[in-house]
């Protein structure tokens, strides 16, 4: 499962694994867009570079130091999307998308729990 692209969606932050960060070609990005659409259960993500973008998050690697995946603190996004933070006991999402910037759709049978 180490080389699939996973979306972890965490109590405090979503995660994109190395394979995400390789496939989605987001490296290099330093921020992070977030989208939601509470009635359809969708989050979407769109990255790039800088801070000027309004509601844009700083992406981190997660776990730190020389970590090749990438981390954004959403505990804000949490509070305002209830269904979202339901999903998050560190639940795991397939990216079945080419495009980083493509919706992953939250569906129970994309859900899996490690």
């Not at 979407?44 to 309004?54: Q, V």
């Amino acid at each position: 499962m180490a080389n699939r692209p996973l979306v972890t969606i965490r109590r405090r932050e979503i995660a994109f694994n190395a394979s995400f960060v390789s496939m989605a070609g987001i490296d290099r990005c330093t921020h992070v867009s977030i989208f939601t659409k509470p009635e359809s259960f969708k989050v979407g993500f769109k990255f790039h570079d800088g801070s000027d973008i309004e509601k844009s998050y700083t992406l981190t690697r997660d776990g730190g130091g020389r970590g090749r995946g990438r981390a954004v603190q959403v505990v804000a996004i949490m509070r305002r999307n209830k269904w979202l933070a339901a999903v998050s006991s560190n639940c795991r999402i397939v990216a079945k998308t080419k495009k980083a910037s493509d919706w992953v759709r939250l569906q129970a049978h994309t859900i899996w729990k490690p």
